[in-house]
């Protein structure tokens, strides 16, 4: 009787052994399947986040292509016949009298200013011209170009050391300024515009501001968030960080942080010369 009673208990002990044993698999089991399914899920928006990286790059690529295009136009084509069309008025203006010669020369006048607008404007959007003077001397012309214009007051503010950024990135960065001023033009009622560049050690900020009549930024499923999501997709880009700042009534603020590891980067002289 004994005998058998240790038998029993050998039986259950040697049962909850398995039954342990089993439990133990099916939850190694699973958390290795958990793992597994959270990898591939993480391997896949990886997969998904690199594809629209670089489908961004490419369209802002052929974008400034385009814009490259569209400089090189206005830039040799549109105002070499606005010259030929000023010389042509001038050799008029000297079969006329003095009252047809001041029209023609109020004319040539006009004609002579539209030339210098569409240079100016031509530089605006060239590549080739922004990689030359740099990001605050592009900034500095073009706030000119505009307050002339009299469409909007800009004012740039800078602080710091002005330090190289790379061209690429100060390209885009220049291409988000663009983007947030035909924001304030277009959707912000704006009357006011201003940029604040802040240069310190291994580190950049870009403010623009704007004293239009603002917005709800959790709200934005129209057309006026198109432009504000480029701002943002643009920046990540770069490395850069976005923060933007808005009620109804009380204008708008876009900060870009630059990554101060990416600014490191740069300086050691490894950075490529793609966007991102």
Not at 96 to 124: P, T
Not at 231 to 246: D, K
């Amino acid at each position: 009787m004994l005998f058998k009673d240790e038998e029993v208990i050998l039986i259950l002990i040697a049962g909850t052994a398995m039954l342990m044993l089993l439990g133990v698999f099916i939850v190694s089991f699973l958390l290795i399947y958990q793992r597994k399914q959270n990898k591939n899920l993480f391997e896949k928006e990886q997969l998904k986040s690199s594809f629209q990286q670089e489908l961004l790059k490419t369209r802002m690529e052929i974008q400034e292509e385009t814009l490259n295009t569209v400089s090189r136009e206005l830039h040799d084509n549109i105002t070499q016949v606005l010259s030929f069309v000023k010389l042509n008025l001038g050799v008029l203006g000297k079969t006329l009298d003095s009252s047809g010669q001041a029209k023609i020369n109020d004319n040539r006048e006009l004609i002579a200013q539209s030339i210098s607008d569409l240079r100016n404007l031509s530089k605006s959007i060239s590549f080739e011209h922004i990689s030359a003077i740099g990001l605050v001397k592009t900034l500095e012309m073009e706030a000119e170009r505009i307050n002339r214009s009299g469409i909007i007051n800009i004012t740039l503010q800078i602080a710091g050391d002005v330090f190289a950024l790379g061209e690429q990135r100060e390209l885009v960065l220049f291409r988000i300024f663009q983007e947030a001023l035909n924001n304030a033009l277009k959707y912000a009622q704006a009357a006011n515009f201003k940029i604040s560049l802040y240069y310190k050690a291994q580190m950049f900020n870009l403010t623009v501001e704007d004293d239009g009549i603002g917005f709800d930024p959790r709200s934005l499923k129209d057309k006026s968030g198109s432009g504000l999501r480029n701002i943002t997709n643009r920046a990540s880009l770069i490395g850069a960080e976005t923060a933007i700042n808005s009620s109804p009534g009380n204008g708008c603020s876009i900060k870009l942080s630059l990554n101060p590891l990416e600014l490191q980067t740069y300086a050691n002289g490894t950075h490529s010369n793609s966007p991102g």
